[in-house]
T-cell receptor, first 108, second 114 residues
Framework: QKEVEQNSGPLSVPEGAIASLNCTYSDRGSQSFFWYRQYSGKSPELIMS????GDKEDGRFTAQLNKASQYVSLLIRDSQPSDSATYLCAVIRNQFYFGTGTSLTVIP | DTEVTQTPKHLVMGMTNKKSLKCEQH?????MYWYKQKAKKPPELMFVYSYEKLSINESVPSRFSPECPNSSLLNLHLHALQPEDSALYLC?????????????FGPGTRLTVL
């Protein structure tokens, strides 16, 4: 079983819709959780970090963490074509574990 | 400011060449990392420096040689690479000791080995 799992997609949503990205992790001792956005050919860019159960909002982005169910999600409201990218979930448990990423396409 | 810089942006080298990748951060971060990323794959950890000491070396071939001259600089020396080493090489840093904190990535060096 992989440490961090994501649906690879591709996920397509129309402009203005809500995009929902999900990530599950295997180790209950995982402490810190991150979402990175990566445009094709570019480096990962930190979008959100979340450390405790519940929701954390930053502009159009909301991260949700449920440690009991071992999942973390990212919601993108009012999706824009510029949000089209691969979204990497990352978890810290003694080291940084990346998921394989979900490819998101926002259709104008 | 969360800037990590990397040079060069692009590098093409032959299998007999020796080259170096450079990474710099001026955020006072104490941990620095080298990752390798192939197309449509997540970043793959190569080396970790924590307080300028190599703390993790993920069984990377000896043709890759890291160096941390000081707390702001991280180099990756390349020698006798193979075409399969062509990838995006990413440097990252984090504020405190390795694995305890958020990692910030540089723009990467796109390496092509002919």
């Amino acid at each position: 079983q992989k440490e961090v799992e994501q649906n690879s997609g591709p996920l397509s949503v129309p402009e203005g819709a809500i995009a929902s990205l999900n990530c599950t992790y295997s180790d209950r001792g995982s402490q810190s959780f991150f979402w990175y956005r990566q445009y094709s050919g570019k480096s990962p860019e930190l979008i959100m970090s979340i450390y405790s159960n519940g929701d954390k909002e930053d502009g159009r982005f909301t991260a949700q963490l449920n440690k009991a169910s071992q999942y973390v999600s990212l919601l993108i409201r009012d999706s824009q074509p510029s949000d089209s990218a691969t979204y990497l979930c990352a978890v810290i448990r003694n080291q940084f574990y990346f998921g394989t990423g979900t490819s998101l396409t926002v259709i104008p | 400011d969360t800037e990590v810089t990397q040079t060069p942006k692009h590098l093409v080298m032959g299998m007999t060449n020796k080259k170096s990748l450079k990474c710099e951060q001026h955020m006072g971060h104490r941990a620095m990392y080298w990752y390798k990323q192939k197309a449509k794959k997540p970043p793959e950890l190569m080396f970790v420096y924590s307080y300028e000491k190599l703390s993790i070396n993920e069984s990377v071939p000896s043709r890759f040689s890291p160096e941390c001259p000081n707390s702001s600089l991280l180099n990756l020396h390349l020698h006798a690479l193979q075409p399969e080493d062509s990838a995006l090489y990413l440097c990252a840093s984090s504020p405190t000791v390795a694995w305890a904190d958020t990692q910030y990535f540089g723009p990467g060096t796109r390496l092509t080995v002919l």
